[in-house]
Nanobody
Framework: QVQLVESGGGLVQTGGSLRLSCAASGSISSINAMGWYRQVPGKQRELVAVITSTGSTNYADSVKGRFTISRDNAKNTVYLQMTALKPEDTAVYYC?????????????????WGQGTLVTVSS
């Protein structure tokens, strides 16, 4: 089992920045990727960004050029630096960790989820 604890959500104005953090603990050796998804009420959870243990990344088109995912392997922590935020970025952001089979298809053998942190971007 892997436990994920997120932090860094909050309220920000359009054009502002936020940084989300997610610390993993437990069976860290069983995962090879960590990332962020987001969900708004009535919609499916969607990928924001993922980073593998080798540093490969995948971003949603809607956040490319604005968000940057990074990880500190020593701290088992993944970060999501969000800039140029828009009202449509408002969502609950979930940290994800798991064994990723394919970076392009985002197919996991198994995955774990954090409790979610709310990001609200005011217009």
């Amino acid at each position: 089992q892997v436990q994920l604890v997120e932090s860094g959500g909050g309220l920000v104005q359009t054009g502002g920045s936020l940084r989300l953090s997610c610390a993993a603990s437990g069976s860290i050796s069983s995962i090879n990727a960590m990332g962020w998804y987001r969900q708004v009420p009535g919609k499916q959870r969607e990928l924001v960004a993922v980073i593998t243990s080798t540093g490969s990344t995948n971003y949603a088109d809607s956040v490319k050029g604005r968000f940057t995912i990074s990880r500190d392997n020593a701290k088992n922590t993944v970060y999501l630096q969000m800039t140029a935020l828009k009202p449509e970025d408002t969502a609950v952001y979930y940290c994800n960790a798991g064994y990723l089979l394919h970076l392009t298809t985002m197919q996991y053998e198994y995955a774990y989820w954090g409790q979610g942190t709310l990001v609200t971007v005011s217009s």
